[in-house]
């Protein structure tokens, strides 16, 4: 049932890329700040209504008891009621994913007069650090946090505790299970790994393959996201009419130096692997490692998710292709929800509960049509930790 969903989806994606092109073009094109401010929505989302029910959650779905997912179109406050200051909690900011959301959330911030203190915790190895920042977030007086866990159920207590404080936790890029989260800015990595297999299968179909032979990466394994992107990715795979057989999963931190050891790895236990498949650092390193091992011509690489350097890749043929989920735009949505909550809005009902951008698929072939800026913001950007409210 849920495949069949992803495939309705897929089917009508080409909604949004006729829409939302035309807003990732304006936003690159160097058009005055104010005019760039006023002119990033309305985007497409996939939404859903209703209250949280954490009994009725399963990782990389929303929960059953929502209402949706609801086709509309997102866009931003026009005011705040006075100058809000929000915490923000990241797993980590050393890769150019999430100095992407970072970007939305600052531009956000800045677009509404409101101000943001940034904390990081290094890695998602240390859920420990990130719930001690969030404590100290809720001691700096911060009217809401918006959080990118480490972690898809080590967070539930922390949130439990902010909330009972009267701190809403807005949860943006990662899902997490939290019974007492307010609200989720993001999509599903599950439908983002399904993406990356239906590009997959089609890719090699059309070369003539029908053995395959895949490395998969999914991440950290404790993450909300990685073990979806796996899923997705298997459950689109059983539509390829050959045989596929993934040869090994290695799971770990996104750093760099990590993923270069897991596709060494990966390439020294299987010399005939047809395609490494994964999270974006590993993608973004293994043209890299397929060119020192001599095996770039036979080996194809796709990636769950995109990055600005992945990006690049892209454009040269190094690698085929990632689905987008659009980190800006998430990041500036997360910031919207604070807003409207912190406005007297109510999730689920005046607004999204949860809500998501429509995951496009950038590929060699239609690269041209996601200009790097409208993905990322400019490529000198320099990541943001603390923006003081307009007065």
Request: aromatic share 10%.
């Amino acid at each position: 049932m849920y495949s069949s969903e992803i495939k309705f989806y897929s089917s009508i994606n080409n909604l949004f890329v006729i829409f939302g092109l035309a807003v990732l073009v304006l936003l690159a094109a160097g058009t005055s700040a104010v005019a760039a401010e006023d002119s990033w929505w309305p985007i497409q989302v996939k939404s859903y209504y209703g209250s949280y029910d954490a009994q009725s959650k399963v990782p990389g779905q929303a929960s059953t008891n929502l209402k949706g997912p609801k086709l509309e179109e997102w866009n931003g406050p026009q005011k705040v009621n006075r100058p809000y200051t929000i915490g923000v909690s990241f797993p980590h900011i050393k890769d150019s994913y999430w100095i992407a959301v970072n970007y939305g959330i600052i531009e956000e911030a800045r677009r509404l007069g409101i101000g943001i203190k940034l904390l990081e915790a290094g890695g998602y190895d240390h859920l420990e650090k990130q719930i001690e920042q969030l404590q100290e977030l809720s001691r700096a007086d911060v009217d809401g946090i918006v959080l990118g866990s480490i972690s898809y159920s080590g967070v539930d207590s922390i949130v439990a505790e902010l909330s009972a404080k009267g701190i809403p936790v807005v949860e943006v890029i990662n899902d997490v299970h939290a019974p007492q989260i307010t609200a989720k800015a993001l999509v599903s990595f599950y439908d983002m790994g399904y993406y990356a297999g239906e590009f997959l299968a089609e890719q090699a179909e059309k070369s003539g393959r029908d053995n395959l032979k895949i490395a998969f990466f999914p991440g950290p394994k404790a993450s909300g996201w990685a073990p979806e992107t796996l899923h997705g990715f298997e459950d689109a795979m059983q539509y390829f009419p050959g045989s596929v057989e993934i040869v090994s999963v290695k799971w770990g931190d996104t750093g760099r130096v990590q993923q270069s050891r897991l596709v060494h790895e990966a390439l020294a236990e299987h010399t005939d692997v047809d395609y490494l498949v994964g999270n974006a650092v590993a993608a973004d390193v293994a043209p890299g490692i397929l060119e020192l091992t001599g095996r770039s011509a036979e080996t194809g690489v796709v990636s769950t998710y995109i990055i600005p350097d992945l990006y690049d890749k892209i454009v040269k043929g190094q690698v085929m292709g990632s689905p987008s989920d659009l980190t800006v735009f998430q990041g500036r949505m997360a910031v919207d929800m604070m807003v409207r909550i912190l406005n007297g809005e109510k999730p689920g009902r005046d607004f999204p509960f949860r809500s998501g951008p429509f995951i496009p698929t950038v590929t060699t072939e239609n690269i041209d049509s996601y200009p790097y800026d409208g993905l990322f913001g400019p490529r000198d950007y320099k990541p943001v930790f603390e923006l003081g409210p307009e007065k």
